[in-house]
């Protein structure tokens, strides 16, 4: 039997079904039942009156021969277990009695509190409970390729967990993750477990990989159907002969509903595949509620969490570490970098994670040291943080601009931005929250901000911000001067980053675009908030060149260039792209634009009317140019070229035979990478393989030629 959830008969070894008898005969159920019955009292409240109170324990509960005292079973059951004579009447007071704050009643269920940050005196995680010995179980749902779903196995298994993976993609697919996980000490062997209801059966936690939309099929069938929780399960396909029975299968779980499911499942991998930290690209039927609002879930569905909230249940409630996010819809990855090295030279040690490279959790000593943590948030991952049931766990956020992105997730822009906006459920009282005033979300994110007891912070002023289209009143909700801050940065007409009426980086910053600058000048107003004088870290961030993908120069070949802009999955970023290197082309050179994938948007009309005009060309591949096309003989004829190919490579041998000496060619695709490669970045290194090929060969064929016109110089001569 597994170690994690069997049952409390057999593993007393007194028979093979799930009752036991007692030394007095009388009939006892597993520990689990027992507790899923407990459960169903502190999670289901009755209503005054008594009326609609949970069915009464099951026979037999009284003579629990292996647990007579639920205290040691679960955390903050008090009163002791019922006796043998009355099992329907528990002695000690009930939930209803002890109101929600007693010492006998911990508030409305004990998962709200279970491993909350600071939880622990010592500032550690907190191991799970036994179970008469038994381990609690956990299933890390979608393991992923960058590191996340790693991070979350080891941690689980570091508090004590028994934990079990379920993921839709095959072995052979996760083998270098798997990998990874043997030789960081995780338990090995494992099986996969299918994407099915029978996979969760005696979850206690469910750790979901971000990119598992809300409306996956199984998530809307867990909403519906009760799954026994603390109950066995033995994981289908093992192929290590570890578990050789057969799963047990909950009564309303039958094999009929598990081929529906998988059918589901496999047609939604098809379209949402969930293989990374980037995630999936039609009505949604499950959407995160917004801010504040409460998230019903099954009374007997397992609880559910994320890689990111087991890191901020690991930290100290009062710091070292300060943990500061960064969320919105353009330039968190270059916020969060610039932000992370401007606290490593102002305050020493600081981490980066989240969205941006590995999990923290792999490896966790250095979380010990840390001084600051800074995290990027996905609209993923602030769609699932714990909001106000949960000690507050944040202690500075930066919104970058919002506009729309991964409406195919959240199944429309309302509930993009509603889970953008619930990054502020995650604030402590009186912590900044830094956005830009120009952007209509975040000054909405300011009103929320200061109705909740925050501090929100505008990092520009009109006057310095050219272009902006609303009035500044002091009086307005979230607008309000911040003395720290206000006055002391902007933007002069240029586009300089100015501190205090003076240019903060000198004209040569090698990290390109101005939209860069509007990024660092909210990094320096959240360090003015925090008391920082951010000219300290200046040597540390004139040194900042961008990040992989963003906007950078590959280099030239016959006097064209090629400028990576592959992180680009929405119109928006493409067409910042496009305006920054307008702004440094000279007068008669060209942008050959690159663009396609897999459509996240039904509307088209940014790609055709704002970023068409600028380019001197446009190439488009992948499914987003049957769209196009189709749009395109629609609407009319164009003045700009462009092109349709079904492959990336196509459509940059196009482009480069439309460019010109001293043009540019800009990758950068505007579009899901999800129709022909498992994330953006697999799609950066195919550029990136075709550009080297190319000038590889060029160079090739030229030391050919050079011999034979060698030759015919001499034998001219």
């Given at each position: 039997?597994?170690?994690?959830?069997?049952?409390?008969?057999?593993?007393?070894?007194?028979?093979?079904?799930?009752?036991?008898?007692?030394?007095?005969?009388?009939?006892?159920?597993?520990?689990?039942?027992?507790?899923?019955?407990?459960?169903?009292?502190?999670?289901?409240p009755p209503p005054p009156g008594g009326q609609g109170l949970p069915p009464g324990p099951p026979p037999?509960?009284?003579?629990?021969?292996?647990?007579?005292?639920?205290?040691?079973?679960r955390p903050g059951l008090r009163g002791s277990a019922p006796t043998a004579g009355d099992p329907a009447q528990p002695q000690g007071p009930s939930c209803a009695q002890a109101g929600g704050d007693s010492p006998e009643c911990p508030g409305k269920g004990r998962r709200r509190t279970e491993g909350r940050r600071g939880a622990d005196p010592a500032g550690g995680a907190k191991r799970p409970e036994a179970l008469g010995g038994m381990a609690r179980r956990a299933v890390v749902w979608g393991l992923g390729r960058f590191g996340g779903g790693l991070g979350a196995v080891l941690e689980l298994e570091r508090r004590g967990y028994e934990v079990a993976i379920m993921d839709g993609a095959s072995p052979e697919s996760l083998e270098e993750s798997l990998t990874e996980l043997e030789r960081r000490g995780g338990r090995r062997p494992r099986p996969l477990l299918p994407e099915t209801p029978a996979s969760l059966e005696g979850c206690d936690l469910l750790i979901l990989n971000p990119a598992i939309p809300p409306h996956h099929p199984l998530l809307k069938y867990l909403k519906d159907h009760p799954l026994e929780v603390g109950d066995t399960l033995s994981p289908r396909g093992s192929q290590q002969g570890e578990d050789t029975h057969p799963p047990r299968r909950n009564k309303q779980v039958g094999e009929v509903e598990d081929t529906h499911l998988l059918r589901e499942c496999q047609r939604l991998r098809d379209t949402h595949p969930h293989g990374s930290q980037q995630g999936g690209d039609q009505q949604v039927g499950d959407t995160h509620p917004p801010c504040g609002s409460r998230q019903v879930e099954h009374p007997l569905s397992p609880q559910r969490s994320q890689e990111i909230n087991l890191l901020l249940e690991r930290l100290p409630a009062e710091g070292p570490p300060r943990v500061l996010a960064v969320t919105g819809t353009n330039g968190k990855s270059s916020t969060a970098t610039l932000l992370h090295q401007a606290l490593a030279a102002l305050d020493g040690p600081a981490l980066l994670g989240g969205n941006i490279g590995t999990s923290l959790l792999l490896d966790p000593a250095p979380l010990d040291g840390a001084r600051n943590i800074v995290l990027e948030l996905s609209s993923f991952q602030c769609a699932r943080l714990p909001l106000e049931d949960q000690a507050p766990r944040l202690d500075g956020l930066i919104l970058t601009p919002i506009s729309r992105d991964h409406l195919g997730w959240h199944g429309d822009l309302e509930a993009y931005h509603q889970a953008k906006l619930r990054s502020l459920g995650a604030l402590r009282k009186g912590t900044p929250m830094v956005f830009d005033p120009r952007c209509p979300v975040g000054r909405r994110a300011a009103a929320l901000a200061e109705e909740r007891g925050l501090r929100p912070v505008p990092a520009f002023t009109p006057s310095s911000a050219p272009g902006t289209a609303w009035t500044w009143r002091s009086e307005e909700p979230g607008l309000r001067p911040v003395p720290s801050v206000t006055g002391r940065l902007g933007l002069d007409p240029d586009g300089e980053l100015l501190l205090d009426g003076r240019v903060f980086l000198p004209r040569g910053w090698p990290c390109r675009g101005r939209f860069q600058k509007a990024n660092l000048g909210l990094v320096l107003a959240l360090l003015l908030a925090l008391g920082f004088d951010p000219r300290t870290a200046r040597p540390s961030l004139e040194t900042f060149a961008g990040l992989p993908h963003r906007l950078q120069d590959l280099g030239s070949h016959q006097r064209v260039s090629l400028i990576d802009n592959g992180v680009s999955t929405v119109a928006e970023t493409s067409l910042s792209a496009l305006r920054c290197l307008r702004e440094e082309l000279p007068e008669g050179a060209g942008i050959h634009w690159i663009a396609g994938g897999k459509l996240k948007d039904k509307s088209l009309r940014p790609h055709l009317e704002d970023c068409l005009p600028l380019c001197a060309s446009a190439h488009f591949f992948g499914d987003a140019a049957k769209a196009l096309k189709e749009a395109i003989r629609v609407a009319g004829p164009l003045h700009t070229p462009t092109t349709f190919q079904d492959r990336l490579r196509e459509a940059l041998d196009r482009a480069f035979a439309h460019a010109r000496p001293g043009d540019l060619l800009l990758f950068s695709p505007a579009f899901s990478s999800h129709d022909q490669y498992p994330n953006f970045e697999a799609r950066c290194q195919d550029a990136l393989n075709w550009w080297k090929e190319k000038r590889r060969k060029e160079t090739r064929n030229l030391q050919n030629l050079l011999p034979r016109y060698d030759k015919k110089n001499r034998a001219e001569q």
């Open positions: 039997m597994r170690g994690g959830g069997g049952r409390a008969g057999e593993r007393a070894g007194s028979g093979p079904g799930p009752h036991r008898r007692a030394a007095d005969g009388a009939d006892t159920l597993p520990i689990s039942h027992a507790l899923l019955w407990h459960d169903r009292c502190l999670r289901q037999g509960f009284g003579s629990l021969a292996c647990a007579p005292d639920l205290l040691s079973l």
